[in-house]
């Protein structure tokens, strides 16, 4: 078993370049089934979720050519059915995206459940709705997601709450479906301006991403093209928080200061001094002290659930009591209990957390409950007096490109260690 040590108390200082958005590269990489063409994916993050996509891939006999560790080429053209693996997908949240773009393609799908961290039910009654709406029909066998459709023909989808994931899906089937699909109350996140634009820029006709609105008329023919993922908002945002927490200096470069509005907002409001310039964001906290302050999380342009473990992290630190309501995942606050372990004063009641701060964290054995939980565990470890050992590191390493070499180049004293299970200690015995 692998763990990441921390021993705290190092304030991070220097320069760290965010990688390509995990969100937008899982779908891009998706979304290459629906090429008629080979096409090259560049600043793709170095992660796992990337990993199981090319397996994936491999399986359902897809030609995956690594150029190097940040561009990979794609030919889809080779897959000949609409099957998913089941064990490869069932590790990863992003399976279902598979479900709209075989769809989209084939006008059929076959696809587990989808896997990934356990934040509570993740219901897809939504993008079957979209599909529906398309004109296909649904069941579920053995744990898999069956849709079929003779003919996919567009039409007006409203969804009933904020998805991103069901926007995604619902841009995949309408892509290539006959005549104008609108897709109302869609989600609004830099990830779906960045598919719309990797389709558009193959010759698909998508107007009003990021917006309430988008309108697709679908086209027969999409072309190959090389494209470049967005940076990481939510791992930029991640290493703004740690900055803080350390209270560090460090210039976050390969952003898009737009899309970490609503961080530096919050950010600013606790104390911590951002300055932002046309591709980069400096976070400097190594004076004052922070305040408290109340956090809700909302869909894009809002603050962020994938932020919220690593803000609640820093408000244990702040003066005075915070609040930070969160009610998009069921168990989003499943960290709370290790914070505890590191002398944090955090109540959780449903959706909402009470954070009144403390002096100090103190290093604790702690684990990484979902990938935004582990990026938590890392930023206390790291404001943390003491050695704190984080298990479970997979969770992290699904969404974050060497966050251990990153950190060390900025001066945490971090490592990733093998500990043998005690499985595998009684069987040497």
């Known amino acids: 078993m692998e763990k990441i040590v921390i021993n705290g108390g190092h304030r991070l200082r220097g320069e760290v370049a965010i990688s390509g958005a995990k969100n937008a590269a899982v779908a891009l990489v ?11 994916i560049e600043n793709l993050p170095e992660i796992s979720d990337i990993a199981i996509c090319l397996r994936i891939f491999k399986a359902m006999g897809a030609d995956v050519q690594i150029i190097n560790k940040h561009t990979i080429r794609f030919d889809t053209t080779r897959i000949r059915e609409p099957k998913v693996p089941y064990e490869l997908a069932r590790s990863m949240r992003a399976s279902s995206y598979f479900l709209g773009t075989l769809l989209g393609r084939f006008h059929e799908a076959y696809v587990p459940l989808p896997g990934g961290c356990d934040l509570g039910d993740r219901p897809i009654d939504q993008h079957l709705k979209a599909f529906s709406v398309l004109g296909a029909t649904d069941d579920i066998q053995n744990g898999c997601v069956h849709v079929k459709a003779d003919a996919l023909v567009g039409g007006q989808i409203f969804f009933d709450f904020n998805t991103v994931g069901g926007t995604m899906n619902a841009i995949f089937a309408a892509v290539k479906a006959q005549g104008l699909t609108i897709i109302e109350n869609a989600a609004k996140e830099p990830h779906i ?12 006709d998508i107007r009003g991403a990021g917006t309430d609105v988008i309108k697709i008329r679908g086209v027969e023919y999409l072309k190959g093209i090389t494209y470049a993922v967005i940076p990481d908002q939510i791992e930029a945002g991640t290493y703004m928080v740690a900055a803080a927490a350390s209270r560090g200096d460090v210039l976050i470069t390969n952003v898009i200061p737009k899309h970490l509005e609503s961080i530096t907002a919050k950010l600013r409001t606790i104390g911590v001094s951002v300055e932002e310039f046309d591709e980069s964001v400096r976070v400097c906290a190594t004076d004052g002290l922070f305040i408290k302050t109340n956090i809700k999380t909302m869909p894009h342009p809002g603050f962020p659930t994938d932020m919220q473990p690593q803000m609640s992290t820093l408000l244990t630190l702040a003066e005075g009591t915070s609040t930070v309501v969160d009610d998009i995942f069921d168990n989003r606050f499943r960290y709370a209990s290790e914070l505890r372990r590191m002398s944090a004063d955090i109540q959780v009641k449903g959706t909402v957390a009470t954070i009144t701060g403390v002096k ?45 070499e990153k950190l060390s180049a900025l001066g945490a004293d971090i490592k990733k260690v093998y500990v043998p299970s005690d499985d595998e200690l009684a069987v040497s015995v």
């Open 360 to 404: 100090r964290l103190t290093g604790a054995p702690v684990r990484a409950t979902d990938l935004r939980a582990g990026a938590a565990m890392v930023i206390a470890g790291l404001a943390a007096e003491g050695t704190t050992e984080i298990s479970d590191i997979y969770h992290i390493e699904r969404g974050y490109e060497g966050i251990v």
């Open 30 to 40: 998706a979304a290459t089934i629906l090429c008629d063409e080979p096409c090259v």
């Open 193 to 204: 301006v960045d598919l719309a634009n990797f389709l558009n820029s193959m010759g698909a």
